[in-house]
């Protein structure tokens, strides 16, 4: 079982819906939670980290649920610049990212 | 506007050819990492270095892998000798300690591919 599991997707969605990726993380141990974004042929950058009271950014919401060992990322109106994959990251006790494989957005006109 | 770059960007070898990758990381980060992507397995971290030092390179095949920080502003990863499994895209981060706070800048990375 991989430690960070992300449905692939494609999810493929109209301008101005609203998304949400879940994420499942298998180590009760693990302490910090991120999104990343990663362009087609880009390096990945961070969109968000996610703090256990849920946090916001614009339209971007990120939630975590320690018991369900679950993160989530919400996304409002989509933008056809929010095309792109989303990549689950989790760390435990060290400075080691484990990413999941990522889940790929298409937002059409 | 600082970033992490990589050397080369784009690399085409033949089996049993020695690979060697390059990385600048951000002027003031202590910590460097190595990670490599394919589409089967996704990013997987390689190794790492905090202050030049190797801390972990537990994801990397020792016999033909090799990680190196000979100075603050250059780390490299070299394959030798390169097979095709190899061909995925390396990338180099940089980032700082900072208590809990751990973000890793990504540069480039370097498409491999080996024949």
């Known amino acids: 079982r991989k430690e960070v599991e992300q449905d692939p997707g494609p999810f493929n969605v109209p301008e101005g819906a609203t998304v949400a990726f879940n994420c499942t993380y298998s180590?009760?141990?693990?302490?910090?939670f991120f999104w990343y974004r990663q362009d087609c042929r880009k390096e990945p950058k961070l969109l968000m980290s996610?703090?256990?009271s849920g946090n916001e950014d614009g339209r971007f919401t990120a939630q975590l649920n320690r018991a369900s060992q679950y993160i989530s990322l919400l996304i409002r109106d989509s933008k056809l610049s929010d095309s792109a994959t989303y990549l689950c990251?989790?760390?435990?006790?060290?400075?080691?990212?484990?990413f999941g494989t990522g889940t790929r957005l298409q937002v059409f006109p | 506007d600082a970033r992490v770059t990589q050397t080369p960007r784009h690399k085409v070898t033949e089996m049993g050819q020695e690979v060697t990758m390059r990385c600048q990381p951000i002027?003031?980060?202590?910590?460097v990492f190595w990670y490599r992507q394919t589409m089967m397995q996704g990013l997987e971290l390689l190794a790492y270095?905090?202050?030049?030092?190797?801390?972990?390179d537990s994801g990397m095949p020792k016999d033909r892998f090799s990680a190196e920080m000979p100075d603050a502003t250059l780390a490299t990863l070299k394959i030798q000798p390169s097979e095709p499994r190899d061909s995925a895209v390396y990338f180099c981060?940089?980032?700082?300690?900072?208590?809990?706070?751990?973000?890793?800048?990504f540069g480039p990375g370097t498409r491999l591919t080996v024949l």
């Open positions: 990251v989790v760390t435990i006790f060290t400075d080691k990212l484990i």
């Open positions: 996610v703090y256990s």
């Open positions: 981060a940089s980032g700082w300690r900072q208590r809990q706070y751990n973000e890793q800048f």
């Open positions: 180590n009760s141990a693990s302490q910090s």
């Open positions: 002027l003031g980060h202590n910590t």
């Open positions: 270095f905090r202050n030049r030092a190797p801390l972990d």
